[in-house]
């Protein structure tokens, strides 16, 4: 049997990467196979256009030129790790996917989703998430634990206006629009533990936990 294919969205902040990590023990406990990883990254090249991406040198990154790198680094993710996973039985649980991009780039910079959505298509080839969580909290908030939390990344986002912040939330409420029969609302204001309960809880529809 195919694994499945979870992704974790949400703006700046949101916590995903502290529940993934916990969830991830959680599943090994279980003795459930799954593959944990992120966007843009999970893979040599696609790390290395991370690296190109979230640079904070590169401020002058065209919008469309920034759509196209996380198009390229998500379809060598997709074809070296995440595809084969799912093929072998293994369960994907990715930070981020294709609904970041419609959010950030399509909405927020202002490119359109269905542009944005088009140049993903290509590289998806038509292969989207079962389940997306998608964890809801203030961007004011989320860019509050950032800044209290020294050990986190801080990458060229996170240096955008708070006004920019809102327009990716704004974004991501028109992608959940779009794809509400995959997409489950995750309160992310909540203390993280209460947080991974809720997703295990929904999470047992799809696997045996």
Do not use: W
């Amino acid at each position: 049997m195919k694994g499945k294919f979870f992704t974790f969205e949400g703006p700046e902040g949101a916590g995903k990467t502290t529940v993934l990590e916990i969830l991830m023990k959680d599943l090994e406990k279980s003795g459930i196979e799954a593959v944990f990883t992120r966007e843009p990254g999970g893979i040599q090249i696609a790390e290395k256009i991370r690296e190109v991406i979230l640079n904070k040198e590169h401020t002058e990154m065209d919008s469309r030129t920034e759509a196209l790198l996380y198009a390229a680094a998500r379809r060598q993710h997709l074809v070296e790790k995440v595809i084969p996973s799912i093929n072998k039985g293994k369960h994907v649980f990715c930070d981020r996917f294709i609904d970041s991009s419609l959010a950030y780039q399509g909405y927020a910079r202002g490119l359109g989703i269905d542009e944005v959505f088009s140049i993903n298509e290509f590289a998806i080839n038509g292969f989207l998430p079962d389940v997306t969580f998608y964890f809801n909290i203030d961007p004011k908030a989320g860019l509050q634990r950032i800044a209290n939390n020294a050990e986190r990344e801080k990458n060229r986002l996170d240096m955008e206006d708070l006004s920019f912040h809102y327009k990716v939330q704004e974004g991501y409420q028109q992608v959940i629009e779009k794809f509400q029969d995959r997409i489950i609302i995750i309160d992310a204001d909540q203390p993280v533990e209460e947080v991974v309960a809720d997703i295990k809880e929904r999470l047992r529809k799809h696997i045996d936990l």
